[in-house]
Nanobody, 122 residues
């Protein structure tokens, strides 16, 4: 698994952004659709925070409370891509956003993307 996050930028409060995370890795037996995928973020001076997670087929999704109702995680297994649609952005959403992958419903995330900066500012 090789993850590449993109789509970050500068947006005003109340605006929207869509992040993407493409998987370009293809080891033997290694397919994007076999991984749980998640989004995390790290704000300046703070630790890494869980944002959302989605299971293999998209039927099970969890969000952290602060983004529920504003953010939507989704995936397109045919395109090997994970998404995070972020609406009604707030200044406190400013952070570096990372995508990550793990094989099962529990445990550590084994693979991480390089991060994409999201800045919400007027």
């Amino acid at each position: 698994v090789q993850l590449q996050a993109s789509g970050g930028g500068v947006v005003q409060p109340g605006g929207s952004l869509r992040l993407s995370c493409a998987d370009s890795g293809r080891a033997s037996g290694d397919t994007f659709s076999t991984y749980y995928m998640g989004w995390f973020r790290q704000a300046p001076g703070k630790g890494r925070e869980f944002v959302a997670i989605i299971n293999w087929g998209g039927s099970s999704i969890l969000y952290t409370d602060s983004v529920r109702g504003r953010f939507t995680i989704s995936r397109d297994n045919a395109k090997n891509t994970l998404y995070l649609q972020m609406n009604r952005l707030k200044s406190e959403d400013t952070a570096i956003y990372y995508c990550a992958a793990r094989r099962g419903p529990a445990g550590q995330f084994d693979y991480w993307g390089q991060g994409t900066q999201v800045t919400v500012s007027s």
